[in-house]
């Protein structure tokens, strides 16, 4: 048995289909992965990310801190609710975990890390934030409702009291703001505008309801990954790890590279890898073939070498099936992908393949 979300039972009443994730019970889908993925393209979605970690940092010199701790430099963090995306590096620069940092004010900033890495992030933070007497808080009494979709923010903003729900309504992308009891913030995981809403987890049930009578559909991980591939969003574990730099993921705008004296943990490996002209590159691949992509599958690029998908899958939006890829360095645009002793041709294609409901790909 694994650990459950304040909104555990409303997915069993539900029919959800029930599978562990990083040692939680979650929905993999209620019924229709592919209903599910299309209701968030479409129209609006809702998936319970109430086992994500939620973290505030406090302290006089926490923005000291983050800048340190991460790559991506908190010093843009200028605005009250501005939220920046960065990976959180080891010395050797492979990547601990990916998260999103919102600036509350000079001495409060909150993180959101994933849960699968939860307890050696938390234990990492807390070791290096002891030199800057940064307070490190866990929240484990929120729970937290992802609504994504064309009609999300629309058919969601009733759940937020009249008070703030303008505010709300206004938010920018990237933006977050506490309403009263809650924390909503244009944030997510899917490729659509949206909201992520965090909540008391008293709460969370109650207002998962509410969403559902909104007409809000409730969608499970199995939907959550193929929107998040067609949108090329990393998934940790498998498009990155710690033995893998943010530079072969991807995630090289991530990494703020000014101020040159800015130290941030893992920077130095990252440099040299950053002058290797050898490093492997990150691509999305589209499959000319019939045929699936998955996981681990072997790229075969002729006359250079080989790399390995690190997410593919069927895209129900596109009709075909796509991939995320690691492969070796060099000026080309096609390849092979080795499917059951079968090369199958792929094409390299710029990410994302689908973002705010439109194919960016040429298919």
């Known amino acids: 048995m694994g650990k459950k979300t304040p909104k555990h039972h409303k997915h ?6 029930i599978v562990d994730f990083g040692g939680w019970d979650m929905p993999l889908h209620y019924g229709s992965q592919k209903e599910e993925h299309h209701a968030v393209r479409q129209k609006a979605g809702m998936f319970d990310v109430s086992h994500m ?3 505030d940092l406090k302290g006089d010199r926490v923005r000291e801190f983050l800048r340190y701790l991460v790559a991506n430099d908190v010093a843009k963090l200028q605005d009250a609710g501005k939220a920046l995306y960065t990976s959180m590096l080891n010395e050797d620069g492979g990547v601990i975990d990916d998260l999103i940092i919102y600036f509350m004010d000079e001495s409060w900033f909150r993180l959101v890390v994933n849960a699968a890495t939860r307890e050696k992030d938390l234990a990492w933070i807390r070791r290096q934030a002891e030199a800057f007497s940064v307070d490190v808080h866990e929240r484990a009494e929120l729970a937290m409702i992802a609504v994504q979709g064309p009609q999300a923010r629309e058919l969601a903003a009733p759940c937020i009291d009249a008070e703030w729900r303008e505010a709300a309504l206004e938010l920018k992308p990237f933006y977050g703001m506490e309403a009263g009891d809650m924390f909503v913030a244009r944030t997510g995981y899917t490729g659509e505008d949206g909201w992520e809403i965090v909540m008391p987890a008293a709460h969370a049930a109650t207002i998962w309801d509410r969403l559902t009578a909104a007409g809000i559909v409730p969608c499970g991980l199995a939907a959550r990954d193929t929107l998040r591939l067609e949108a090329a969003m990393n998934l940790y574990g498998s498009d990155m790890d710690e033995t893998i730099s943010p530079l072969e993921a991807g995630l090289g705008w991530t990494v703020a ?4 004296d800015r130290d941030f943990i893992g920077r130095k490996p990252l440099e040299a890898m950053r002058a290797n002209p050898d490093k492997r590159r990150f691509v999305g691949l589209l499959l000319e073939d019939k045929g699936v992509l998955r996981n681990h599958q072997r790229v075969v690029v002729d006359g250079i070498g080989d ?4 997410s593919g899958g069927f895209s129900p939006t596109i009709g075909r099936s796509i991939a995320l890829a690691r492969v070796p360095a060099g000026d080309y645009d096609s390849a092979h992908v ?6 199958l041709n792929v094409r390299i294609v710029k990410t994302p393949f689908v973002r705010n409901g439109e194919v960016r790909i040429e298919l």
Not at 257 to 260: F, G, K, L, S
């Open 12 to 17: 069993v009443e539900a029919g959800a289909r």
């Open 53 to 55: 970690t939620i973290v």
């Open 257 to 260: 590279w000014e101020p040159a």
């Open 338 to 343: 080795d499917v059951r002793g079968k090369l």
């Open 307 to 310: 790399g390995e998908i690190t």
